[in-house]
């Protein structure tokens, strides 16, 4: 027979090498990178030389706490896979379960992860909630932590949920991007470049309104809308009167602006009248209403990536009639929020509130039921020349206090 070629499968030197490198070999003379694992210290020298080797660390360059943060997941899912199959019930030694796992050979080695040792691992299983760690005498103890189908299926969804307003939030500011720069390319060049300005509010604190004419056809005109409310029929007598002795008509911008004028008397008449359901603020959906000492919630989508919305906090401070600081519940963060992107908070039956608009502004009541198909709330005040008085009032004119 003829001498066995080097290549031989079943050559005593393939053989041989094949039975040296069956089972664990020494964790430093191990290439991640490349799965490759060296027998001495020589053949680890000439695998780091190699072509292979050197483009497998310039992926590595290019991104090194990617790579190690993806070889870290992949150990901690093998690991916790592990266990869950092989320990799902049981209170077992943690270097027990990882002498199990490092028994093949393929595994992913912890020298590539991001713990330096098994203790910082047990460590990091019992802070994420996956296992409950316990340390004895003989060593650390782990016990993997069953959870709940439903409420993995209720947090995936709750995550999912709240990227999805994340990425809503996202394409309102990329769109009002666009819309700025669109509106700054078609900008004349004599009128230079638009700066940002803050919100200007007259001293009633009526929101800024803009009256636009209609264009006039030349068939026919349309007719004018007639004003039917009691408190604009005198308004209504006199634009007439001024229409029969002027020698022109008005033009439709005109007359919206006449309405208007008119509208904001008749506000400012029910106001010094005391109108307003049962003491409320009503119409006082652009009046300053905030007041220190109560609990709000924020509702802005624009603060969601940062875990403010739709988190509640204590009013600290008024900047201004229309802007307060907020110090959240539980981080304590302090935040500066116009009261438009704030939200009241109603306690529940026998919670102490503050009323926000009408004639008791200010004045501490008592929440005594909640009413909901009126969206009102009947609250009894607690102090001052009206204490123990009853008054059923809109969401939005009572807040839940801090103090309570």
Known sequence: MGKAGKGDFFSPKNIANRIKAKGLQKLRWYCQMC??????????????????????????????????????????????????????????????????????????????????????????????????????????????????????????????????????????????????????????????????????????????????????????????????????????????????????ARSKAEELMQRELAAKRGREERAKSGGGSGGGGGGRKDAPWLLTGIIVKVMSRELAEHGYYKQKGVVEKLVSKYVAQVSMLGSGDLLQVDQAHLETVLPAAGGGVRVLGGCHRGAAAEMLAVEPEAFQARVRIRDGPDAGTELRLDYEDVCKLASA
């Open 35 to 248: 799965n490759k694992q060296c027998r001495d210290e020589n053949g680890f020298k000439c695998h780091q030389t190699s072509e292979s080797h050197k483009r497998q660390m310039l992926v590595f360059g290019q991104a090194p706490e990617h790579v190690i943060d993806g070889f870290s997941q992949s150990f901690l899912n093998e690991f916790v896979e592990h266990l869950r199959r092989s320990h799902p019930h049981s209170r077992v030694a943690a270097k027990i379960v990882y002498n199990e796992y490092i028994a093949n050979r393929h595994h992913v080695h912890m020298n590539a992860t991001k713990w330096l040792t098994l203790t910082d691992f047990i460590k990091y299983l019992g802070r994420e909630g996956f296992c409950k760690v316990d340390e004895t005498e003989k060593g650390w103890y782990i016990s993997l932590i069953q959870r709940d189908p439903a409420e993995e299926l209720a947090a995936e969804r709750r995550a999912k949920r709240e990227r999805a307003e994340a990425d809503e939030a996202e394409r309102q500011r990329e769109n009002l991007t666009d819309q700025i720069q669109r509106a700054a390319k078609h900008a004349r060049p004599d009128e230079g470049p638009a700066e940002a300005t803050e919100l200007q509010r007259d001293a009633e604190g009526e929101p800024l309104r803009l009256a636009l004419a209609a264009k006039r056809s030349a068939a026919r005109e349309a007719p004018a809308v007639r004003v039917a409310a009691p408190a604009f029929e005198a308004a209504a007598r006199d634009d007439k009167a001024a229409s029969t002795s002027a020698p022109r």
